[in-house]
């Protein structure tokens, strides 16, 4: 384990990067890179100052024009210009395609930086997604929809691939599956377990009488809901024993690992009582109706006893998220981290949100992929991920470049 951990300190690095630290950080890449000039960039600035949700926050603030974190892609314009990979990988949310400073595009400045800063060596940048000569390419275009490459995930980010010029291939693109991952096939066979209690008594049979009269309550208020219930699941754990049966399609086996004999991070967090019983209804309704419920079709009784939530304001409307068995999940974000009321479990006798393994599985984590630290820095960990079975895929694409 120590010899692992010194070979892991000499090639993982946590810098802070910006203009102070570019002696530090360059000196690291000279390092890595030992003279080699046909090797691969990967990144993205960070995404706050582009995304819907930051720009939406700060909408009122002064001083969100000067924010730095507008420019943090000039550091990695400078590890291009310095250092001039082979091809660069620059992934961010989509937001940064309607995002400007100042009244102008971020992203026109941002593809036109990359194309033409790269210091001796010069860059064409394509899409993943669309065959076109890079000149005829739109912004849309760079827009990468996970869920039609086989991830389970309505994931959407842009992405651009930039080849320096001497190369001298153009890359392939990403092929589109027929028919798109569910949930059912990412998580369906994981061991059922059940969510814990709280702020109050957890004990077994106070779960389980939770459990019988939301059951009572969805058959009354969703239409067509006759799902009997199960026998009480047992309560998740750190390691869960078990198989991951059948493994017949190609997401099923990317994400299985036998040999390791069950799941590691398969522990449901604690939900308020009052959560329980909101929990089995979405799920319930989900069932049925193939959606996710908005508030405003809640029984009042199971409102949150807040205004936001009672006045149904649009922000608001989908505050109880349950993900459906036969399509694609949400977007699995670092939010999933606060609480899980947008990743509810689709099964309602389980009466919880995703454990750290499903929405791991969802962002197409392997098994094998263990997660460290505690909870709220595991889901924070999957939330800002790209999903690995879409790198492995992007990755393919840069291979026959270099190759």
Not at 328 to 356: C, E, F, N, W
Request: glycine content about 6%; aromatic content about 8%; proline content about 6%.
């Amino acid at each position: 384990m120590a010899a692992a951990l010194e070979r892991a300190s000499r090639h993982v690095h946590q810098l802070e990067l910006g203009p102070d630290t570019r002696e530090a950080s360059d000196l690291h890449i000279k390092v890595a890179l030992d003279g080699a000039t046909n090797w691969v960039l990967i990144g993205g600035p960070p995404c706050q100052a582009y995304s819907l949700v930051g720009r939406s926050r700060r909408a009122n603030d002064l001083t969100f024009e000067d924010d730095k974190k507008h420019f943090l892609y000039q550091e990695y314009l400078h590890i291009i210009r310095k250092f001039s990979p082979a091809v660069f990988v620059m992934e961010n949310v989509k937001g940064l395609l309607s995002s400007t400073h100042g009244g102008q595009p971020m992203f026109a400045r941002i593809r036109d930086d990359l194309r033409n800063e790269g210091g001796d060596a010069e860059y064409v940048i394509y899409s993943l997604t669309v065959p076109d000569e890079p000149d005829n390419l739109v912004p849309r275009d760079f827009i990468i929809r996970s869920e039609e490459y086989g991830v389970p995930q309505q994931r959407h980010r842009v992405i651009l691939l930039g080849v320096r010029s001497d190369v001298g291939r153009k890359p392939t693109i990403l092929q589109k599956r027929e028919k798109q991952a569910t949930v059912r096939e990412a998580i369906g066979h994981l061991p059922a377990i059940r969510s814990r209690i709280s702020r109050g008594n957890d004990a077994v049979d106070l779960w389980a009488n939770v459990r019988s009269l939301a059951h009572r309550m969805a058959k009354d208020s969703v239409d067509g809901f006759a799902e009997p219930l199960r026998p009480v699941p047992p309560l998740g754990q750190e390691f869960v024993r078990g198989r991951d049966t059948p493994v017949d399609t190609e997401l099923q086996r990317w994400l299985s690992d036998h040999a390791i004999g069950g799941f590691a991070n398969h522990v449901s967090r604690g939900h308020m009582e009052a959560d329980l019983y909101r929990y089995f209804f979405a799920a319930a309704f989900g069932a049925v109706n193939f959606r996710s419920p908005l508030l405003s079709e809640f029984a009042t009784d199971l409102l949150p006893n807040h205004n936001a939530a009672r006045l149904e304001s649009k922000a608001f409307a989908d505050r109880f998220k349950v993900q459906i068995w036969d399509k694609p999940s949400s977007t699995v974000v670092s939010h999933i981290a606060k609480d899980g009321h947008y990743y509810i479990h689709p099964d309602p006798s389980q009466m919880r949100s995703l454990t750290v393994r499903e929405a791991a599985r969802l962002q197409t984590f392997p098994d094998n992929y263990a997660f460290l630290g505690n909870r709220t820095q595991q889901y924070t960990q999957i939330g800002n991920a790209v999903p690995p079975y879409l790198a492995y895929q992007i990755g393919n694409i840069v291979s026959e470049l270099l190759n």
